[in-house]
């Protein structure tokens, strides 16, 4: 078991975090104050993409800074879970990078189940201009009528009406749905409740113009709406396409979703350890800089101790993530169950931890917009829910662990 970075992964880490450094952090400081301070509100009709976002990604796309997180060498970088790992990692010291590199959430894990589960002909609709970039995704999953940490209470349904499928349900916190590149969804429902409890759902695709389709709002996360890509609530009224946007049969919705889950639950975690560095970062160089009884504030309160427990705490998380991340190439993500699960509670939490401490170093000015870490905060907090909560991922893991004493 080997950790190390590969020459090329060595190699792609230096030129991403350069580009970072060079051309996405000045950008990321202007965009993320205007953001917030945007008078759009949920009013998603009103959001607009920056065109100097569009401009950065085209000039990632032509320096081969593209397309990291897919396994296919022709298609995508051909990396493996393991060389991509840090890259993500260093996509999350920035609010907008990972957007840049067309390496973001929902788009990677949309595409990877295109490229893994789709038909020729959604690839070629669907797949290839998510990977040219020049559309963005939505997964319709969670659902606002029932606890959705449990997947099987979905209430969505399809059902067959010749050769045509009909979507009725509700979904939301469905991310990127508010963004105007956005043009299709991955919708996931019941399409055969007398089937086997993992074997009842299906995963259609969904173009967002299709009649019925309905944007009902979009969700604040701590009052902050995340414009432009926002997180929606959609009604899906009657909702007609054909049966050829099923995604690989009837029946292969859970297949699908642990495919799609478990490299994105690395991906999340990586990046949340990258904010983490970036949250620490800017905890230290505060600490440093700012004077209080006659002191510099590193040197009161017990500081240098947080620091210290924060470093052993983001080190251990990057050890377990890189090991899932081992596991999944080796042994595949059904075998590395446990590993996924103990990362997904591990990494949030500890990014939680780092912000909250930064905050604090920071004042009132670290629960403001002058600085990241409110925003930082909130994607921890969210995290904590996203892919399954804590509880479940717990739960999981001691199934596992108590499995062995059977």
Known sequence: MDFSHSPRSQELIDQV???????????????LPAMLASSNGGDWTKWQVDPRIEALKAEAKELGLWNFFLHDAE???????????PLAEEMGRS?????????SAPDTGNMEVLWKYGSDEQKQQWLEPLLEGKIRSV???????????????????????????ILNGKKWWSSGVGDPRC?????????????????QHSMVLVPMKTPGVVIKRMLPVFNAYDEPEGHGEVWFENVRVPKT????????????????????????????????????????????SRIAFGKPLINLGGNQERIANLRIAIDQARLLTLYAAWKIDNVG????????????????????DVVDAAIQMHG???????????????????????????????????????????
């Open 17 to 31: 975090r350069a580009f970072i450094k060079d051309r996405i952090e000045p950008l990321d400081a202007e965009l």
């Open 75 to 85: 298609r995508g970088a051909g990396l493996s879970t393991l060389e991509y790992a």
């Open 95 to 103: 609010h907008i990078a990972a957007q840049i590199f067309n390496c």
């Open 139 to 165: 997964f319709f999953m969670t659902e606002p009528d029932v606890a959705s940490s449990d997947a099987t209470n979905m209430e969505a349904t399809i059902i067959e009406d010749g050769d045509d499928l």
């Open 183 to 199: 043009e299709i969804g991955i919708f996931m429902g019941v399409s055969n409740p007398e089937a086997a409890r993992h074997s």
């Open 245 to 288: 946007n099923m995604i690989l049969g009837a029946g292969r919705g859970f297949e699908i979703a642990q495919g799609r889950l478990g490299p994105g639950r690395i991906h999340h975690c990586m990046r949340a350890l990258g904010a983490a560095e970036k949250a620490l970062e800017l905890m230290i160089k505060r600490g440093k």
């Open 333 to 352: 993500a059904l075998a590395a169950l446990t590993e996924i699960s103990a990362i997904k509670v591990v990494a949030p939490n500890v990014l939680q």
């Open 364 to 406: 009132g000015a670290g629960v403001s917009n002058d600085t990241p870490l409110a925003g930082m905060f909130a994607m921890a907090r969210v995290l904590r829910l996203a892919d399954g909560p804590d509880e479940v991922h717990r739960g999981l893991i001691a199934r596992m662990e108590l499995a062995k004493y059977k």
